[in-house]
């Protein structure tokens, strides 16, 4: 580093402590970066669901647009946050929550409902994560997760409101089912 880049950041504490901590505001750059771009998976998801596989109702489309949001999602909030939160808090209870939370408040776009069914769901993801010790075995059911809901809106009857709710208990009932044969 230069002389006049040390000397101005030397004219006053604040400057001088807010140099000290630039690898950090980095860090939460970087993730403040990447947290926005996965809020806008679930909408992101929609639309591709709308434009691409409810108009030319192709499974095969829906099944890896699944594959893709549900690896990076697990990978970002079963693998980077709550390994982070581990480290960072030491407490497993607490990581589990913050990161189901976490999880949860980035699906808004459905409003309360889908916080709280998304709530549900993550913290099944979590569970499958710490027992099977793995991040493929939540990927993959948050991949036949999607795929089983949005499969509900590509249906024969696609105004029926109860397709969607039927999948939806399928797909807990199934992914308790792997956590139990799983401990």
């Known amino acids: 580093m230069n002389m006049a880049v040390m000397g101005f950041f030397a004219r006053s504490e604040l400057a001088a402590t807010l140099y000290a901590f630039r690898r950090e505001f980095l860090?939460?750059?970087?993730?403040?970066?990447?947290?926005?771009?996965?809020m806008?998976?679930?909408?992101?998801?929609?639309?591709q669901v709308s434009d691409r596989v409810l108009a030319s109702r192709s499974e095969l489309t829906l099944l890896v647009i699944s594959l893709l949001i549900g690896?990076?999602?697990?990978?970002?909030?079963?693998?980077?946050?709550?390994?982070?939160?581990?480290d960072r808090y030491g407490r497993e209870w607490l990581a589990s929550l913050l990161t189901t939370v976490i999880f949860g408040l980035s699906h808004f776009s459905g409003g309360?409902?889908?916080?709280l069914s998304t709530l549900v769901t993550g913290f099944l993801f979590y569970?499958?994560?710490?027992v099977s010790g793995r991040i493929i075995v939540p990927a993959v059911f948050h991949s036949?997760?999607?795929?089983?809901?949005?499969?509900?809106?590509?249906?024969p009857d696609t105004a029926s409101t109860d397709s969607p709710i039927l999948?939806?208990?399928?797909?807990?009932?199934?992914?308790?089912?792997?956590v139990l044969a799983l401990h």
């Not at 860090?27 to 996965?38: E, P």
């Open 144 to 155: 036949l997760y999607d795929f089983a809901l949005y499969t509900s809106y590509t249906g």
């Open 167 to 178: 999948a939806l208990f399928f797909a807990r009932a199934a992914m308790t089912l792997v």
């Open 112 to 115: 309360i409902p889908n916080i």
């Open 127 to 130: 569970w499958m994560r710490r």
């Open 27 to 38: 860090v939460v750059g970087i993730f403040s970066m990447v947290a926005n771009v996965l």
């Open 71 to 86: 690896f990076s999602e697990e990978l970002f909030f079963r693998g980077v946050i709550l390994t982070a939160m581990r």
């Open 40 to 47: 806008l998976a679930p909408t992101l998801y929609m639309l």
